[in-house]
């Protein structure tokens, strides 16, 4: 279990919690974590090259802190923001 880690930097800051059921194969390990994110305008200012994500994130900067689940296995994780 990840009870709840938190994570802030110059870019943005959130927390994650869930679940990584580890396999012997290290990729095929499994994810299910629930986090938030808070974007900082500093996130913006060196993104060149990730324009749909840009667009996305400075759509919801102004509402501040929003959700986003990450699932799949840490070969192929799968993000949804919601």
């Known amino acids: 279990d990840v009870g709840r880690l938190e994570f802030?930097?110059?870019q943005l800051q959130g927390t994650l919690s869930g679940t990584i059921t580890l396999r012997?194969?290290?990729t095929?390990?499994?994810l299910n974590?629930?986090?938030?994110?808070?974007?900082?305008?500093?996130?913006f200012e060196d993104a060149a090259g990730v324009q749909e994500t840009v667009a996305f994130?400075?759509?919801r900067i102004d509402q501040?802190?929003?959700t986003f689940m990450i699932e799949g296995t840490l070969g192929h994780p799968k993000i949804?923001?919601?």
């Open 57 to 59: 994130l400075r759509g």
């Open 80 to 82: 949804k923001f919601t």
């Open 33 to 43: 974590l629930n986090g938030t994110i808070e974007p900082f305008a500093a996130l």
């Open 24 to 26: 012997k194969a290290l």
């Open 8 to 10: 802030k930097g110059r």
């Open 28 to 30: 095929e390990s499994v």
């Open 64 to 66: 501040g802190t929003f």
